[in-house]
């Protein structure tokens, strides 16, 4: 059974292994790949083993992020998923950093995401 959250201008879908972010009639689909690169970000961030939920709290967070800020949508996934928006590489860069980053905190201080997300939830 998915769960769908309102944050901003995302409809954030959650489901058993897999996320997709909706914004406006595009959408970015947060599947984990099964590949080293995320198991080894799993590992970093303390999630061990965990891909799954590293990635669903990833893409929740990018939409949180942007709830937060009071922007629509999440620049980053915004492009991502296909709107025409200038690529801002500094931007992108500043937004995935801060993504991980919450993500470490988060976990370090007891928090789950899913749930902190609810709570924003329109
Ligand atoms: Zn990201």
Do not use: C, F
Request: proline residues 3%.
């Amino acid at each position: 059974m998915a769960e769908t959250l309102k944050l901003a201008g995302q409809r954030v879908e959650v489901g058993e292994g897999w996320t997709v972010v909706r914004i406006g009639h595009l959408a970015v689909n947060g599947a984990p790949q099964g590949t080293e690169g995320q198991a080894e970000t799993a590992r970093a961030l303390g999630y061990g083993d965990d891909v799954t939920r590293m990635n669903r709290d990833h893409e929740v967070l990018h939409a949180l992020l942007a709830s937060w800020a009071r922007l629509p949508a999440s620049p980053t996934l915004a492009r991502v998923a296909g709107h025409i928006v200038p690529k801002d590489e500094d931007l992108e860069r500043a937004e995935e950093a801060a993504v991980l980053a919450l993500q470490r905190w988060l976990l370090m201080v007891g928090r789950d995401v899913l749930e902190l997300a609810r709570g924003y939830s329109e």
